[in-house]
């Protein structure tokens, strides 16, 4: 099991920047992927970014790229979501959650095994 720890929400106007944090613990993380979430209000959460611990592979949902880079500190078993030219439908929780068993980059909510408690990003237009 993988214990996550996300940080770095808040307010920020559109058009800012924020830089989200996720603090790994619990195992080794040779064979794992760490993905980002989101869940705005009424709203499915949804799939935002992922990396893969070795080797450093990304991928992200199409409405964040170019805006959002996900990226890992092996020394610090921390993976990092920085958020650029925020828009207020990026509003939402996010969360980080752990793959342990990965086959690919997963997309799905069910891909991932366990999950932080979330960090409130609130982008006001």
């Known amino acids: 099991q993988v214990q996550l720890v996300e940080s770095g929400g808040g307010l920020v106007q559109a058009g800012g920047s924020l830089r989200l944090s996720c603090a790994a613990s619990g195992r080794t993380f040779s064979n794992v992927v760490i993905g980002w979430f989101r869940q705005a209000p009424g709203k499915e959460r949804e799939f935002v970014a992922a990396?893969?611990?070795?080797?450093?592979?990304?991928t992200y949902a199409d409405s964040v790229k170019g805006r959002f880079t996900i990226s890992r500190d092996s020394t610090k078993n921390t993976v990092y979501l920085q958020m650029n030219k925020l828009q207020p439908e990026d509003t939402a929780v996010y969360y980080c959650?752990?793959?342990?068993?990965?086959?690919?980059?997963?997309?799905?909510?069910?891909?991932?095994?366990?999950w932080g408690q979330g960090t409130q990003v609130t982008v006001s237009s």
């Open positions: 959650a752990a793959e342990t068993n990965p086959r690919g980059l997963g997309l799905r909510r069910s891909d991932y095994d366990d």
């Open positions: 990396i893969r611990w070795y080797g450093g592979l990304t």
